[in-house]
């Protein structure tokens, strides 16, 4: 099987939480993918929030592995408020609810392809079908729902289906931290350049999520509206980790040394 040569990594021009953070936007990073199709490369492009940063202070492997990839972009409006904390000045947060209409959009005009990969049997393709309503020469080379053993023969018969298909952009969309783990362990031995994930990016899609309401975005409440959505589910995720985030960044800006609280 052919492979890719690995892409270089991008200078991150900050750090929270041990974690890099690049200086990008929305057209910085699909410049990135860009450059990393055309030169035949493959690379990883992970988002980075505040369930993400939590999760990276428990697991010394999440924070690893964000470490080594080539470009992490911000997603989401407590990283930004982290940052500025500490002294940086954020970049613009991009966010699942519209990040995968841009890419489609990019895609059909440069004409690179698309492979999505997780949400629930059937979301995947009713996110491909209102997308192609829209960019009628978007080439989505494959689908498949993220409900299989990641692991073992059904994990290989799926990176079967995505090596033949060999996408220019893989997206992946299981949840945290399952996707960053199953990226991770399959990036290598799977024929795609650009790999992303998306957690809910196929459920804004298919349209079984719905965006926040304009006055709540701009009033920086989205994450209040996913909570009104699903309360008891994410009231950890959004409440307790909201806060558990803010201490960990203030304990950071007043020079506390952090360590993990599991390897």
Sequence with gaps: MDTYPIAPKMNAEMNILKLPVNQVGVPEVLAFFEKVILSGEKAIVLSLNVNCVNLALKHAWLNQFINQVQLVYCD???????????????PPKITYNVWLWQIAEFSERKGFTLFFLGAKPGIAEEAKERLLQKYARLKVVGVHHGYFRKSGAENEQ????????KPDILLVCFGMPEQEQWIRDNYEKTQAHVFIKGG????????RLKKAPDFLISMKLEWFYRLLQE???LFKRYVIGNIYFLFKVLLEKWGVKLKYERE
């Design 76 to 90: 989401g409006d407590g990283v930004r408020m982290g940052l500025k904390i500490l002294g940086y000045e954020p």
């Design 231 to 233: 309360p008891r589910r």
């Design 200 to 207: 809910a990016a196929l459920d804004y899609a298919s349209g």
């Design 158 to 165: 799926v990176l079967e289906i995505i090596n033949q298909a």
